[in-house]
């Protein structure tokens, strides 16, 4: 019986030193120390700092490269226009051709205000606008030209307009387009046509609003078209109306196209 006991048996210090070497038994595994903890709070701090530093470098970053592509690629496809002529002529500097075609622009501008300009716009948009598919694509442009036009003729926008807008309470963004005059047996009301955008510039509802439930704020037809566009981004921190003498002088710079040809 005693030989068994001792077969058997365990040496204490043996069993000591399995139960020091256990690494699965986390109640039994040596603590970790205090320089490797410092170690990993430093490392994720610095990581947590560097992430935030490259995220602001590339959020101020961004826009300037945005900004910059874009200005580059309209500088190239402006100055791709005139700049073959410049190169069969032996003239090779950059630049020249964005130049002229600015100046291009310019005198069409001086020379479709005059009466015989006027006449041979009129007599060109006619043609194109008998033609089957053309006739759309020019409509379309026109309208968006013409409504960030300084000289805004009757179709274009005409003012910034506040409705109350789907629900009581609620607020939307619009354009004056047009007015009309409601008969009625109990009197005439005026009306005027808001053209509310949904999720596209031109694509959205026509309203009929009395022009008493209009609120006309202190913004132009490009801020207006910028609040639309940008998704609301650009919107000032303060929207007031604006009086009726601001309204009439604003109605007062409006030139329409017509009356300059």
């Known amino acids: 019986m005693a030989e068994e006991k001792d077969a058997t048996s365990v040496p204490l210090s043996q ?10 038994d986390p109640v039994k595994s040596p603590p970790t120390s205090p320089d490797s903890s410092t170690r ?14 490259f995220m602001t470098g590339c959020v101020v970053l961004f826009p300037v490269a945005v900004t910059f592509f874009v200005t580059w690629w309209f500088i190239q496809f402006v100055d791709g226009f005139f700049s073959p002529l410049y190169a069969q002529l032996g003239i090779d500097i950059f630049g020249l ?28 948009e006619w043609f194109i606008k008998r033609m089957p598919f053309v006739k759309h694509l020019y409509s379309a442009s026109k309208q968006i030209s013409s409504a960030i036009s300084p000289d805004q003729n009757t179709t274009a ?16 963004f619009g354009f004056i387009t047009s007015s009309v005059v409601l008969q009625r047996d109990d009197g005439d ?17 026509i309203l009929l ?16 078209i910028e609040i639309i566009v940008s998704g609301g981004m650009t919107m000032p921190q303060r929207i007031s109306p604006i009086s009726p003498i601001q309204r009439v002088a604003r109605q007062g710079d409006r030139i329409p196209l017509n009356r300059l040809m």
């Open 97 to 124: 051709g964005f130049v002229t075609s600015l100046l291009f622009v310019f005198l069409v501008g001086v020379f479709v205000s005059s009466w015989l300009g006027a006449t041979v716009f009129w007599i060109g």
């Open 157 to 172: 926008f005409k003012e910034v307009a506040i409705i109350r807008h789907p629900r009581v309470g609620e607020y939307a």
């Open 209 to 224: 609003v009395n022009s008493k439930d209009i609120m006309r704020p202190n913004l132009s037809i490009r801020e207006g």
């Open 15 to 24: 069993g000591t030193r399995d139960e020091e070497v256990d690494p699965e």
């Open 40 to 53: 990993r709070a430093c490392c994720f701090v610095l990581q947590s700092w560097v992430t935030k530093k």
């Open 189 to 205: 009301e005026e009306l005027c046509s808001v053209f509310v955008p949904t999720n596209h510039l031109y694509i959205g509802d």
